[in-house]
């Protein structure tokens, strides 16, 4: 850490043991009025690569998501969902009804008479196995009567006549930023002018684990919650509503869930139905959303449009932009970071408007907003780039203020290999073969931390060593820095303590949204850690006739630090402790956590200019984060982050067919997602220059950078600026007809 991040030090007396005599020496101690994290060079767990400690239960199986719990007399449910964008709806369910092991089918409320998105629950059905409840679906009678028009896509939206997708309209208010008249009349001076409308498309979330909950309610006056959510204290109280119950009766649990990238904050429309079946029914509901399902009412990252008109100078300055950004989020506002996103421009104007349709609400996924930006920007970036005949790497850090940003280019630049690479300030041409790309993209994120956890750390006089906390772990690795915090603070080491998270019941914590889970989590660890170490010392400090300050805990023992003839065992220390053990709670230490973080990315592409495919050869991707709790972990985000956008650039994207008003691809084989054969060679760096003794979550702006390095590298290999994602081969091929 840098110097003034080091705990202050103080000097204490006390009496050291040298050769059988005691003397009164004078030694130096931290002086602080809480804890610290301790200097990176001295850790011994933290700041190092941990393998996940609950790596062999999912790898085994063992590990327990929403979706395998069984239990006694459950019934499952699930939901018809509207085929089309607006309809009204008649349903009879007296032949579902009629099966044999059907308990429940029933119409669902329609508060205005008619669906309003395409996906839209119209009814549910509880049935003992998930095949009756199949056979359930089949067997309601439903008219649908669909009404038109309708709109799935901003043209129908923008032309349609008659009844408005919402009551006050398909539009939203323009929101302006900056002066128009001006930005405009700099920008008609500048050296390199572009005029261009980049589009992203509506991408899902394609959670492994879809939506769901298990509600265990059989009546009396309590229940229990298993939910595959980001948010576990928020299930509780809400399910206590839909059941009847007090809050205080309603434990939710969280053991395991798969993924969420934003999208699971709350009950949801499937809780708050399970509950009203389990309710009804007096037996558990066990109702997770179907994959097809899934894809039409569970969510996505919204679509987006922007014309931007961008001028630079000629010695690479951006000193012009005007911005027009559609946002498409369905029947939500949708999210976007504004422009010119991270980059400084003096001179600017932007006007975004929200464009409504009949499809699903757009919702939190990874970096909210982001990576729809960065595409915008960071593709007009190297096209002014391009066109002046400049390197897009300096360009680049000329435009950016935070000096973080040149190091991290300069970092993924020396590891792609860009000082090698030909095409430096103009592109390749499509030459009928195989041409090499390389392009560069950066991310911003907060990841800070809020006062909102409580974790108790409890030792047991059999030397057993727990951390509790209510928070769910989304697959990021909260169990292991939990457990390495305390092991850590106590000298012993990760498996020797043990994490217990997941359930309602325990001590309180933030959702898991915005990477604010580790700046708000590892603090309350840490400090949980310290309150317990201080109380253990001074419980120590008569037998080892030493004084609490002094009482040192490393490599399993305990020790006076003036006299290391004076120690026990960790084995020993805790057989010192009543049967009750000891026990200390921690909460939020704002000196911990920290905020602000800075990412860079690079690729390097093969592009088929026969027949337009694109392959992703590898990616860098550099990021700092303060302190890294565990590097592995950090890595591992980075890594995935990376694939992720590697997907969004390649091969995502909703389609519906604006006519039929269907989603063609509302599964897993026809939504494709970036698989093995996909992913390239990935290097994660962390950026080490970061030297702020203090912990900021990283998750989220792994994925910022990724796609728009990928296409800026494609017009890097053939001169081909595929404006819009996914790069699919046909776009690749017009592209490279419209640049030649």
Request: hydrophobic content about 40%; glycine content about 10%; aromatic content about 6%.
């Amino acid at each position: 850490g840098q110097d003034g991040d080091k705990p202050r030090k103080k000097k204490i007396k006390t009496t050291q043991v040298v050769d059988g005599h005691e003397r009164e020496v004078e030694i130096e101690v931290d002086d602080v009025d809480g804890p610290a994290w301790p200097d990176r060079r001295a850790m011994r767990l933290l700041n190092h690569d941990l393998p996940r400690v609950d790596g062999p239960d999912k790898v085994t199986g063992r590990a327990k998501y929403t979706h395998d719990i069984r239990l006694p007399n459950m019934l499952f449910a699930r939901f018809l969902c509207c085929p089309f964008p607006q309809a009204t709806v008649k349903i009879d369910p007296a032949p579902a009804l009629a099966l044999p092991g059907v308990f429940a089918a029933r119409a669902l409320e329609l508060p205005t008479g008619k669906t309003r998105y395409l996906g839209h629950p119209v009814a549910v059905v509880a049935a003992d196995t998930p095949e009756r409840c199949d056979d359930a679906l089949r067997a309601l009678k439903v008219e649908f009567t669909p009404i038109e028009p309708w709109a799935v896509d901003a043209t129908q939206s923008n032309t349609m006549r008659g009844p408005t997708v919402l009551k006050k309209g398909n539009k939203s208010k323009v929101t302006e930023a900056g002066s128009r008249e001006d930005t405009e009349k700099i920008g008609a001076q500048s050296a390199a002018i572009v005029d261009a409308t980049y589009i992203v498309p509506t991408q899902h979330h394609a959670s492994l684990e879809t939506h769901g909950v298990v509600v265990d309610f059989r009546g009396g006056t309590e229940a229990t919650v298993y939910a595959s959510t980001q948010a576990t204290f928020s299930i509780a109280g809400e399910a206590a509503t839909f059941l009847g119950l007090d809050a205080s009766n309603v434990t939710a649990i969280v053991e395991h869930m798969g993924g969420g990238f934003g999208a699971k904050f709350g009950l949801g429309f499937e809780g708050k139905t399970a509950c009203e079946l389990a309710k009804e029914l007096k037996r558990p509901i066990h109702l997770m959303l179907t994959r097809p399902d899934e894809f039409v009412t569970g969510g996505n990252r919204s679509g987006c449009q922007q014309r931007l008109i961008g001028g630079m100078t000629a010695d690479g300055r951006l000193e012009a932009l005007v911005a027009r950004v559609n946002i498409l989020g369905g029947l939500s506002d949708g999210s976007f970071a504004g422009q010119p996103y991270i980059y400084a421009c003096e001179n600017r104007w932007s006007g975004t408007v929200s464009i409504y349709t009949h499809t699903d609400r757009s919702v939190a996924m990874r970096a909210p907003g982001h990576p729809q930006a960065s595409f915008g920007i960071e593709s007009l970036l190297d096209e002014l780039a391009y066109k002046l005949k400049l390197d897009p790497l300096e360009v680049r850090k000329k435009n950016l203020r935070d000096p973080a940003y040149a190091r991290q280019l300069d970092e993924v630049a020396r590891a792609i290999g860009w000082r090698e690479h030909a095409n430096k300030t103009q592109p390749g041409k499509a030459a009928g073969g195989i041409n090499v790309g390389i392009g560069f993209a950066v991310g911003t994120w907060g990841g800070g931390g809020h006062p909102e956890c409580e974790v108790d750390v409890k030792i047991e006089r059999d030397g057993s060593v727990s951390a509790t906390v209510g928070s769910q772990d989304l697959g990021t690795g909260t169990r292991t820095y939990i457990a390495a915090i305390v092991a850590e603070e106590f000298g012993l080491e990760l498996a020797q303590v043990t994490a217990r998270i997941g359930s309602s019941r325990y001590g309180q914590a933030n959702g898991s949204g915005g990477s604010t889970t580790t700046a708000s989590l590892a603090p309350a660890v840490k400090h949980a850690a310290y309150v317990t170490r201080t109380k253990f010392a001074e419980r120590l400090a008569p037998t080892l006739r030493t004084k609490p300050e002094l009482v040192t805990f490393k490599a399993g023992s305990v020790e006076d630090a003036a006299d290391a003839t004076r120690k026990l065992t960790w084995k020993q220390a805790c057989a010192t402790l009543g049967s009750e053990g000891l026990a200390g709670r921690g909460t939020w230490q704002s000196n911990l956590a920290a905020g602000g973080v800075h990412g860079a990315q690079a690729a390097k592409v093969a592009v088929d200019t026969r027949t337009g495919h694109v392959q992703v050869l590898a990616m860098v991707g550099c990021q700092d984060c303060g302190l890294p709790l565990n590097r592995l972990a950090v890595k591992s985000q980075l890594n995935g982050g990376m694939i992720q956008a590697l997907s969004y650039a390649l091969l995502e994207g909703r389609v519906i067919d604006p006519v039929l008003g269907l989603q063609l691809n509302a599964n897993l084989e026809d939504y494709k997602i970036a698989g093995t054969l996909e992913i390239p060679e990935l290097t994660p760096l962390i950026d080490d220059g970061d030297t702020r003794s203090a912990v900021i979550g990283m998750a989220e702006p792994a994925i910022i950078p990724g796609h728009s390095a990928i296409a800026n590298a494609v017009q890097n290999a053939c001169g081909a600026r595929v404006r819009e994602l996914p790069l699919t081969p046909d776009r690749v091929l017009d592209a490279m007809n419209r640049f030649s």
